[in-house]
């Protein structure tokens, strides 16, 4: 079974900083997607990756196969950034497998 | 807006229920997803249709059921409504392939009462 775990659970930022957040999977897996849930409940996909490193405006997702770890950052953090960053894996054609998030409070 | 479009946006019933959601994909995907997510279960998949067919298969009870249709859009009919399927139900479409982006919709925020 493919566990995906996150940390931190929880994360309370003030504007301007450098956010990491982490993912940790326990199987070997064809792709990893970050995903964003807006306090409305609204999801929205930043990136799907399988190797290396993506990049988009503040937003920097990078993954290390072999570790099975991906990291999402978030530089010059707004209080727009606050919402819930959930990672999920696809381990060759099975469907998505979930993180259980990480929720982002980002204060002025 | 994703271009996914799900409705209703809320649904409030009593245990023992049927209630239908629907889902219209972006246009031109082909594949349609349905996701629960429950406050103590986090997000799980239920199931994907490719071009009126299931693909595959996730943790859906046998009280679910979801069909595609011809025109690609998709209803997930839950039955026998429970305390606990109280929950966000999310439908994402994608172009076709399992390995591309997935565009979600806004959601059903579905209250069993």
């Known amino acids: 079974k493919n566990e995906v775990e996150q940390s931190p659970q929880n994360l309370t930022a003030q504007e301007g900083e450098f956010i990491t957040i982490n993912c940790s999977y326990s199987?070997?897996?064809?792709?990893l997607h970050w995903l964003q849930q807006h306090p409305g409940g609204g999801i929205v996909s930043l990136f799907m990756?399988?190797?290396g490193k993506k990049k988009h405006g503040r937003l920097i997702a990078t993954i290390n196969i072999q570790e099975k770890h991906s990291s999402l950052h978030i530089t010059a953090s707004h209080p727009r950034d606050s919402a819930v960053y959930i990672c999920a894996v696809l381990s060759g054609n099975t469907p998505l497998v979930f993180g259980k998030g990480t929720r982002l409070s980002v204060i002025a | 807006d994703s271009g996914v479009t799900q409705t209703p946006k809320h649904l409030i019933t009593a245990t023992g229920q049927r209630v239908t959601l629907r889902c219209s994909p972006r246009s031109g995907d082909l594949s349609v997803y349905w996701y629960q997510q429950s406050l103590d279960q986090g997000l799980q998949f239920l199931i994907q249709y490719y071009n009126g067919e299931e693909r595959a298969k996730g943790n859906i009870l046998e009280r679910f059921s979801a069909q595609q249709f011809p025109d690609l859009h998709s209803e997930l009919n839950l039955s026998s409504l429970e305390l606990g399927d109280s929950a966000l139900y999310f439908c994402?479409?994608?172009?076709?392939?399992?390995?591309?982006?997935?565009?979600f919709g806004p959601g059903t925020r579905l209250l069993v009462l």
């Open positions: 199987v070997g897996i064809s792709a």
């Open positions: 994402a479409s994608s172009g076709g392939a399992i390995q591309e982006t997935q565009y």
């Open positions: 990756l399988s190797s």
